[in-house]
């Protein structure tokens, strides 16, 4: 009878009596790492599609802030608002008031989106505009005394329009929150 040798895998192991199930143990282990790869991968996915999505949100609170700013803007261009007596002695004191009187239409609270369709099933955002009334200038700007006689009829008037942006987010009962705002000269006659 013959004797069989046993193959080795380097001269310092022990020989392999027998390989038989070998294959069948490196492939369940293979798969069992690429299975775990895989649902990682699956796992990490949702969450970065969640935070992808948050991120949309707080960026669609910021533009939606900017352009409550945008119509404070248009409104102080086109129908600058009068304050009245009390906004007026309001920040003679040194307070800041906002201004709720003789402001147009569009200047307020709306809701986002505006027209919403008849599907839609999250709760809607808002989209809120005001103007400030910072203070009153009696100087005109520099530029603007260009024949000066020791009077001028030209004077300023500082406003703030401010935007305020809630937009909801979409797994969770949490909103985006925005708020922008910027200090406008008026001059005028």
């Known amino acids: 009878m013959k004797s069989r040798q046993l193959r080795t895998c380097s001269p310092f192991a022990a020989p392999l009596a027998s390989e038989k199930g070998l294959a069948m143990v490196l492939a369940i282990t293979l798969v069992g790492l690429l299975s775990s790869f895989g649902i990682y991968l699956i796992l990490q996915s949702g969450a970065e599609l969640r935070m992808t999505k948050a991120m949309a ?54 809701s986002y989106p505006e027209n919403p369709p008849s599907t839609w099933t999250s709760p809607l955002g808002t989209v809120t505009s005001r103007i400030d009334y910072i203070g009153y200038k009696t100087t005109p700007p520099a530029g603007w005394m260009l024949n000066w006689q020791g009077y001028s009829s030209f004077h300023g008037v500082f406003f703030r329009p401010v935007g305020n942006a809630s937009i909801p987010l979409a797994t969770s009962q949490e909103f985006a929150n925005s708020v922008l705002s910027t200090l406008t000269l008026r001059v005028s006659r």
């Open 57 to 110: 949100r707080h960026e669609a609170a910021v533009s939606c802030a900017e352009a409550g700013v945008q119509m404070g803007l248009r409104c102080i261009r086109s129908s600058p608002p009068s304050p009245t007596f009390n906004e007026l002695s309001g920040t003679a004191s040194g307070n800041i008031m906002a201004i709720t009187e003789g402001l147009p239409s569009y200047m307020g609270t709306k």
